[in-house]
């Protein structure tokens, strides 16, 4: 397997590739792929990683920059991040999160936030952080992972890509 950023190449194949990867998830609006598409446009799109096997990209990962209501800089959101169907359960996603981070805090990145799985997000460090909140979203599947000691806190916003429904 080789993690590489995206070329302009990759674009429509990241793009199917994660509405293949959300399709069937009860907990997906299945608008992930027009986020991704949405970041890209408003170049926020800071990290955008592809896993790529035998010359097939089979996995996606994005990082783009949050606002904290702190004032807090450089903090990343994650996400969306996906894997094809048929090649999950291959450490892919786990790999394109250990370099997609490692990538993000060597740029001088203070942390991360993301919703998801708990179960499957601690395993990388990510907890949940009282002071650190989203609106809108239960606070148990809101994580965050700090790089260093430096503590932020309040409302965190993901971009307005986000937002994206086409």
Avoid at 10 to 33: C, K, M, P, W, Y
């Amino acid at each position: 397997m080789v993690i590489r950023d995206e070329k302009p190449s990759d674009r429509e194949v990241i793009s199917d590739g994660t509405s293949a990867a959300f399709r069937n998830l009860a907990i997906s609006n299945h608008t992930e792929q027009f986020i991704i598409r949405a970041l890209r446009d408003a170049g926020a799109l800071t990290v955008s990683l592809v896993a790529e096997m035998d010359g097939r990209v089979v996995g996606h990962i994005a990082f783009s920059p949050v606002t904290i209501s702190d004032g807090s800089s450089d903090w990343y959101g994650l996400g969306p991040i996906s894997v094809l169907p048929e090649y999950r359960r291959q450490d892919i996603d786990s790999a394109l999160m250990r370099e997609g981070l490692a990538i993000v805090k060597s740029r001088g990145g203070k942390g991360c936030a993301l919703v998801g799985d708990p179960l499957y997000y601690k395993c990388f460090g990510c907890r949940n952080d009282p002071d650190l909140i989203h609106k809108g979203i239960p606070q148990e599947v809101f994580l965050v992972l700090p790089f260093g000691e430096e503590k932020a806190g309040g409302t965190v916003d993901f971009h307005a890509a986000f937002q994206a429904t086409g």
